[in-house]
C-alpha cells in the first residue's frame, strides 16, 4: 500500500508504534526517501551514535513486526476509519447539544455555567473545538480516499 504522506511529497515519515499501529508505545516506523532513511539508521543503535540511547529492544522490534503484519494482513482498516468517524460525529453532537443547552456544560454545582462571561468563553471554545473535530474529520477522509479500495 503506498503511504499517502509519501504520496502528498513528504521525504520521510514517523510513525507511533503504539497509536493506530496498535503495537509497542517504545518503537515505531520511519518511512520515506532511502538515504535520509539509511542516515537515520546509521545514527541509531548498534552504531554508537547520538541514536543509541533511543534504542528499543528485540522483543519490541518483533511486536513492531507482528503489528505491521496484522495492519498489512488482518485489519479493515476501512472500518477503523469508520469506526474514528463515529467518534468525531459523536463528539460533534456533544457539543451541539452544550451549545443549546449551556445550562447543560460542565462548570457550576448543577453541571452548568458559572457566569455570563464564562458562557461566552464556554461557546468560544466549543466553537473552536467543533472546527478542529470538523478539520480532523476532513484529513481523515482525505487520507481514506488515498486507501486501496477492500479487496
Known amino acids: ?46 552504531h554508537h551514535a547520538f541514536g543509541r540511547a533511543l ?17 498489512r494482513t488482518g485489519r479493515d482498516v476501512h472500518a477503523d476509519f469508520r469506526e474514528w468517524n463515529g467518534w468525531y460525529r459523536h463528539i460533534k453532537e456533544q457539543i451541539t447539544r452544550l451549545k443549546k443547552e449551556p445550562g447543560k456544560g460542565p462548570g457550576g454545582a448543577d453541571g452548568g455555567e458559572k457566569a455570563e462571561g464564562d458562557s461566552a468563553a464556554m461557546a468560544k471554545r466549543l466553537d473552536r473545538l467543533e472546527h478542529m473535530l470538523q478539520e480532523m474529520s476532513d484529513r481523515l477522509k482525505a487520507i481514506e480516499e488515498k486507501l486501496p479500495a477492500k479487496k
Open 1 to 46: 500500500m503506498p503511504n499517502p504522506y509519501l504520496v502528498l511529497g513528504a521525504d520521510l515519515v514517523v510513525y507511533s508504534g503504539g497509536k493506530i499501529i496498535r503495537g509497542p508505545q517504545s518503537a515505531g516506523l520511519l518511512v520515506g526517501r532511502r538515504d535520509l532513511v539509511r542516515a537515520a539508521w546509521a545514527n541509531s543503535a548498534p
Open 55 to 71: 534504542k528499543v529492544s528485540k522483543e519490541e522490534i518483533v511486536g513492531m513486526l507482528r503489528a505491521v503484519e496484522i495492519w
